[in-house]
């Protein structure tokens, strides 16, 4: 492709050499010519080469003097032509009020002429400015009018003007297939024609097409074409094609040329402080960082994105942001600020579809697309063609209402589904905070059971202690009573058996009655201490 560049441009120098050379001949010719129509045929071939070099102010001198002399001599061919010309360097200027007077006016010389190569040029170049001011449909009509007479005659010029505004009204109303059709007849003209300029672009419309159409090993050959073009150059054109390259990889899943050219295209927009090229490009490296698994990178990325997106009001690239932003929440788990980015996707998605149905409703109601009675009389065929279109074109805005309305259901449906998901969740969420709070209570119960139960083990332990001592306290009380007891109870029995005499007796009587005294001791204190425990 490079070869063939230099090749069309190596071709472009000569050709501009000898358009020179011609330029100087004719003028030389021009001068010694006679005041009749020989004059103004020269005079026309001068015009011509000054409109193809792009001097419009020295083409609009010599289409002047040529005006008075046809007008002089009643020269209506040479009158037609000339106002042609003139209608052409106005819509050059962009001045296309004064463009469409003088096409007019040539066109109603041409018709009373009876020369339908001219009515086809008039028609085409009328199709170009319906096409610059947005009237598609009335663009493409004029276009498709001119087609047949053209390529008769074979009129490569003409004809790459005709498919170029066919091939643009097609692709602005998303007519992908014919459009690219139309590209590549453009291309195959442009060069054999070793327009350049035109050449890049005509490969960049071809790339965004099938960049639309999600062909995208297609647009990467488009792509790569124009970037070989202009390769060296800091761009806005180069960086939207790095931009779209690094997507395009990144559609086919190769990360790592995708990360290049992004990378590439990122910094070529922001260098060039393209606001919109930058957009675009922020979003691409989202996407990239998002499925490189690095949430923080592509939030960054994407809330940069954002920003400008509001800023620069660009629906489009919003709701491209808004769907990643769901996506990145989500992979995050927070769904709730997932539901609030896919709301928003949905609710700008909806809102860009109604402007655009309005925008064509009103467009229809405003125009009243008729075909020229002058082309109808001139190529009946075309009204067939033409009508055939206007019918296709209609069934597909009926198809695409339908559509808009299908979409609408699954919106809605969609929406009613993340409702029930997400009050199914609210009530999970409820029921879990519950559970959890039951949990909480219960295991603050249990401890305080658990320390009732140490403090009630403490207590028993404490009353064993009580008991033993008791027991202990008991057996030694007991002991001593008893000895004591017994020691009465055998003085007793002795004097009962008469075993004793009244002397022992006496004798025994004092340490009997410190026995008595022992004994009785002994349950006064064991009496008061069983009260005192009472007491405690």
């Known amino acids: 492709m490079r070869k063939l560049i230099t090749l069309l441009f190596c071709f472009s120098a000569l050709l501009g050499f000898s358009q ?6 004719l003028t030389i010719q021009l001068a010694f010519q006679k005041p009749d129509t020989s004059k103004v045929i020269t005079s026309l071939q001068i015009i011509k080469l000054l409109y193809h070099t792009k001097d419009y102010n020295k083409a609009l001198q010599f289409i002047r003097e040529s005006e008075k002399l046809s007008n002089d001599l009643n020269y209506d061919a040479g009158i037609a032509e000339i106002t042609y010309y003139k209608a052409l360097i106005f819509a050059k200027k962009e001045d296309y009020i004064n463009a469409i007077d003088y096409y007019t006016k040539s066109k109603d010389l041409y018709i009373a002429l009876a020369d339908t190569l001219g009515v086809a040029k008039i028609n085409n170049s009328i199709g170009l400015i319906e096409i610059a001011r947005g009237n598609y449909d009335k663009g493409l009509q004029f276009s498709l009018s001119a087609i047949d007479v053209l390529e008769k005659r074979d009129l490569k010029e003409e004809l790459c003007d005709a498919y ?11 007519a992908y297939d014919q459009a690219i059709t139309f590209y590549k007849k453009t291309l195959d ?7 350049e300029e035109e050449i890049i672009q005509t490969n960049k419309n071809l790339g965004d097409l099938y960049y639309n159409k999600k062909e995208f090993k297609k647009a990467l050959y488009y792509f790569n074409s124009v970037l070989t073009s202009i390769d060296t150059s800091d761009t806005v054109l180069r960086g939207d094609v790095l931009t779209k390259i690094g997507s395009s990889y990144l559609s086919l899943n190769n ?5 290049e050219y992004i990378t ?4 070529l927009n922001r260098r060039l402080n393209n606001d919109k090229g930058t957009l675009i490009g922020l979003n691409t490296a989202g996407e990239l960082y998002l499925r490189e698994k690095k949430p923080i990178v592509a939030e960054r990325l994407l809330y940069e994105a954002t920003t400008l997106g509001r800023a620069l009001e660009d629906n489009e690239q919003l709701i491209i942001n808004y769907g990643l932003r769901a996506k990145l929440d989500s992979v995050e788990s927070n769904f709730k600020l997932a539901y609030i980015w896919q709301k928003r996707y949905f609710e700008l998605k909806n809102d860009v579809e109604k402007q655009k149905q309005q925008a064509s409703t009103k467009k229809l109601e405003k125009e009243a697309i008729v075909v020229p009675v002058e082309i109808k009389d001139l190529n009946s065929n075309n009204n067939a063609v033409n009508q055939a279109l206007i019918d296709q074109h209609q069934e597909e805005k009926k198809a695409n209402k339908e559509e808009i309305k299908r979409l609408n259901i699954i919106f809605y449906s969609m929406l009613l589904a993340l409702l029930v998901v997400s009050t199914f969740l609210i009530l999970i969420y409820l029921k879990r905070n519950n559970r959890i709070k039951y949990t909480k209570d219960l295991e603050d119960k249990n401890k305080q059971i658990n320390i009732q139960n140490i403090a009630i083990l403490d207590q028993t332990k404490n009353l064993e202690d009580i008991n033993k001592v008791k027991d202990k306290l008991f057996s030694i009380v007991s002991h001593d009573l008893k000895d004591s007891l017994t020691s009465i109870k055998g003085f007793i029995d002795l004097l009962k058996d008469g075993s004793l005499s009244k002397e022992e007796f006496n004798h025994l009587i004092p340490e009997l ?3 008595a005294n022992n004994a009785s001791l002994l349950l006064f204190n064991l009496l008061n ?8």
């Not at 003209?189 to 327009?195: D, I, M, P, T, Y």
């Not at 990360?255 to 990360?259: G, M, P, S």
């Not at 590439?264 to 910094?267: D, M």
């Open 164 to 174: 170029r505004n066919l091939a643009t009204a097609y692709h602005k109303m998303e």
């Open 264 to 267: 590439q295209g990122l910094r």
């Open 189 to 195: 003209l442009e060069e054999s024609l070793g327009k």
């Open 529 to 536: 201490w069983s009260n005192r425990k009472c007491n405690l």
């Open 20 to 25: 020179s050379e011609d330029l100087d001949n």
């Open 255 to 259: 990360l790592d040329q995708a990360k």
């Open 513 to 515: 009655s410190e026995n």
